[in-house]
């Protein structure tokens, strides 16, 4: 029988076509292991460890209507008239967007309200109200209100007011509380830049 020469090239293409012969006869393809930090849409920006994510809060509970017929009107409900709109008219960040909303503020802190800084701590006794209404419409369907309190700058009462000024809900606000905690003007969010 002839001897066939193999070049040394021809010799190192025998041995890693028998090396994946060998891999493909095991049944099994395995993925190459994904490097520390890459879940695997690439590297990951949370570095060397999948630490886990810091937890939600727990829900907070849900505010409950007060039934029409024990709703009280509202304390500071005949200041309402003489609260200053601020001319700002957009998509609510209440309700999943279903309303536009418009703002009021007591008239000695309207011009402190447009300017808001750090520095800005509004008095005891400041009137803030959302009002919101149907899309296109002047009819007001329901008011959300804060009154600053006394003691520490983001302190603020929250309440839900009827058509009517009676107060809708006062207990259990507290995902008005925790929203506003974050606010970034102690307890207000002020003018969205784009109005």
């Known amino acids: 029988m002839p001897r066939v020469r193999v070049s040394p090239s021809h010799g190192l293409c025998r041995a890693m076509t028998a090396a994946l012969l060998s891999l493909l006869a095991c049944?099994?393809?395995?993925r190459p292991r994904a490097?520390?930090?890459d879940d695997g849409w690439g590297p990951s920006l949370r570095g060397e460890s999948f630490a886990a994510p810091e937890?939600?809060?727990p829900p907070a509970p849900r505010a409950r209507p007060i039934p029409e017929e024990k709703r009280q009107p509202w304390a500071h409900a005949a200041?309402?008239?003489?609260?200053v709109d601020l001319r700002v008219r957009g998509a609510s960040e209440h309700d999943d967007d279903r309303y536009e909303r418009t703002l009021r503020v007591s008239p000695d802190?309207?011009?402190?309200?447009r300017h808001l800084t750090q520095a800005t701590?509004?008095?005891?006794?400041?009137?803030?109200?959302?009002r919101h209404h149907e899309p296109g419409q002047e009819a007001v369907?329901?008011?959300y209100a804060m009154v600053k309190e006394e003691g520490a700058p983001s302190a603020w009462q929250f309440v839900v007011l009827d058509e009517t000024l009676r107060v809708a809900a006062d207990a259990q606000l507290?995902?008005?509380?925790r929203c506003h905690r974050e606010a970034p003007f102690h307890g207000l969010f002020g003018i969205p830049a784009s109005e």
């Open 109 to 113: 802190q309207a011009d402190a309200y």
């Open 174 to 177: 507290t995902l008005c509380a």
């Open 79 to 83: 200041v309402l008239d003489q609260l």
């Open 141 to 143: 369907a329901i008011r």
């Open 55 to 57: 937890p939600a809060p």
């Open 27 to 30: 049944g099994e393809s395995r």
């Open 121 to 130: 701590v509004m008095p005891a006794g400041t009137v803030v109200v959302q």
């Open 35 to 37: 490097p520390i930090g």
